[in-house]
């Protein structure tokens, strides 16, 4: 499996942006798709993550309301929609694939990671 994230960038507080994660070299419509971030200096925390077929999706209580995470399995590719960015939204942000569909946030359950990429959010 193979994950190329994009649509990172500057953006000021309040704006958004979406990302999108490419996956290749497996059936995208079988696995978990999720978003983690990472901040400097702090671990890499879970974001949102969806389901084989978009049907349901979960988020972390910080980005709940302003994130959506969203999937397209005809191009094999997820989304996260953000919105009123926030500057503690800066991290670099990483998609994730995973196999078994038991509801998880934790970074080690997840199988196939991408490079990540950067989201910063001015004041």
């Known amino acids: 499996v193979q994950l190329q994230a994009s649509g990172g960038g500057l953006v000021q507080a309040g704006g958004s942006l979406r990302l999108s994660c490419a996956f290749s070299?497996?059936?995208?419509?079988?696995?978990?798709m999720g978003w983690f971030r990472r901040a400097p200096g702090q671990e890499r925390e879970f974001v949102a993550a969806t389901n084989w077929g978009g049907s349901t999706t979960y988020a972390a209580d910080s980005v709940k309301g302003r994130f959506t995470i969203s999937r397209d399995n005809a191009k094999n590719t997820v989304y996260l929609q953000m919105n009123s960015l926030k500057p503690e939204d800066t991290a670099v942000y990483y998609c994730?694939?995973?196999?078994?569909?038991?509801?998880?946030?934790?970074?080690?359950?997840?199988?196939?990671w991408g490079q990540g990429t950067q989201v910063t959010v001015s004041s």
């Open positions: 994730a694939a995973r196999k078994a569909v038991t509801r998880t946030t934790t970074p080690s359950s997840f199988d196939y």
């Open positions: 070299g497996r059936t995208f419509s079988t696995y978990v």
